[in-house]
């Protein structure tokens, strides 16, 4: 089985995620990312998810940065995942629009 570690994941334009997001995944071991309801917790996985699968983790759900939502400036959606897989670096960047 492959070794999968993840390194840092950018997030801009996803669903309830408006401004770009920036998470790295800097220490070994067990991550816990907490705050409250509403903030954004799950979407981070959701976003993880896409740039792995090209889809999303709901069936029905929008990848897009809802309409009501979305800035002046709104450019798309974006999601880049910096990883190492056998020790080996990638980097998977999805765009939408």
């Known amino acids: 089985m492959p070794r999968i570690q993840f390194h840092r994941i950018r997030i801009d334009g996803f669903a309830s995620?408006?401004?770009?997001?920036?998470?790295?995944?800097?220490?070994?071991?067990?991550?816990?990312?907490?705050?409250?309801?509403g903030v954004g917790k799950t979407t981070i996985f959701s976003a993880l998810y896409w740039v792995i699968y090209g889809k999303p983790i709901k069936e029905k759900a929008t990848v897009e940065t809802w309409v009501e939502y979305q800035p002046a400036h709104y450019r798309g959606t974006k999601v880049e995942l910096d990883l190492t897989i056998d020790g080996k670096f990638y980097t998977v960047i999805r765009c939408l629009k």
């Open 17 to 37: 995620i408006i401004e770009p997001l920036d998470f790295s995944f800097k220490e070994k071991g067990l991550t816990i990312i907490r705050g409250e309801n």
